[in-house]
């Protein structure tokens, strides 16, 4: 079965733009979370979404936003991009949320967002 | 705040050593506890899943313990070969918080010829 899709994997954006990021699931998962990983701060979590709403968020500024489909597809959205958010965007997907189950989770291939 | 540490940040290691990874958090109330590997450039792929009320887990020459009341867990390793040459990253899924995982700093592996 097809993994965390994540598209697009690479892009470059000047600094001022925005972008949006998109992340399919695994089938049948409901909860996609997104992660930032840079060099110097590691992988620091943005945010998580289950059945459409957002049930946890990281310490980012209101640059940063995301939602979730109906069809569990998430996309994620940076405005007014800094040279700071330059990184690779992970998004994580599971089936259901905290214990349930066991609970892996898994992530995608990443999106590597330059800012130039 | 949860902390987790891995140590050491980096190791090489000859072909064939049996090696143990570690990583430490400082709060206890955890869910579980997941080993990824990432390639150079890569996305993270699950190795090995801890439930809170289990000690270790299994998965071909990967073995994982837990050990919640000290915070710790190690990743053993045996027979490595240069294919296992990685970043090893562990998270903890902490009681109440949602999907959201708090990673290590990573173990960078390699395995010499």
């Known amino acids: 079965k097809a993994g965390v899709t994540q598209t697009p994997r690479y892009l470059i954006k000047t600094r001022g733009q925005q972008v949006t990021l998109s992340c399919s699931p695994i089938?049948?998962?409901?909860?996609v979370s997104w992660y930032q990983q840079t060099p110097g701060q590691g992988l620091q979590f943005l945010f998580e979404?289950?059945?459409?709403?957002?049930?946890n968020k990281g310490n980012f500024p209101g640059r940063f936003s995301g939602r979730q489909f109906s069809n569990s597809r998430s996309e994620m959205n940076v405005s007014t991009l800094e040279l700071g958010d330059s990184a690779l965007y992970l998004c994580?997907?599971?089936?259901?949320?905290?214990?349930?189950?066991?609970?892996?989770?898994?992530f995608g291939e990443g999106s590597w967002l330059t800012v130039v | 705040k949860q902390e987790v540490t891995q140590i050491p940040a980096a190791l090489s290691v000859p072909e064939g050593e049996n090696l143990v990874l570690n990583c430490s958090f400082t709060?206890?109330?955890?869910?579980?506890l997941q080993w990824f590997r990432q390639d150079p450039g890569k996305g993270l792929t699950s190795l090995l899943l801890?439930?809170?009320?289990?000690r270790e887990q299994t998965s071909g020459r990967l073995n994982a313990s837990l050990d919640k009341s000290s915070g710790r867990s190690t990743l053993y390793i045996a027979a490595s070969q240069p294919g296992d040459s990685a970043t090893y990253l562990c998270?903890?899924?902490?009681?109440?918080?949602?999907?959201?995982?708090?990673f290590g700093t990573g173990t960078q592996l390699k395995v010499e010829l």
């Open positions: 709060d206890s109330a955890i869910y579980n």
């Open positions: 979404y289950f059945s459409e709403t957002q049930r």
């Open positions: 801890i439930q809170s009320s289990q």
């Open positions: 998270a903890v899924l902490l009681t109440g918080g949602g999907n959201k995982l708090t």
């Open positions: 994580a997907s599971s089936l259901e949320v905290g214990a349930a189950s066991g609970n892996t989770i898994y």
């Open positions: 089938s049948g998962h409901r909860s």
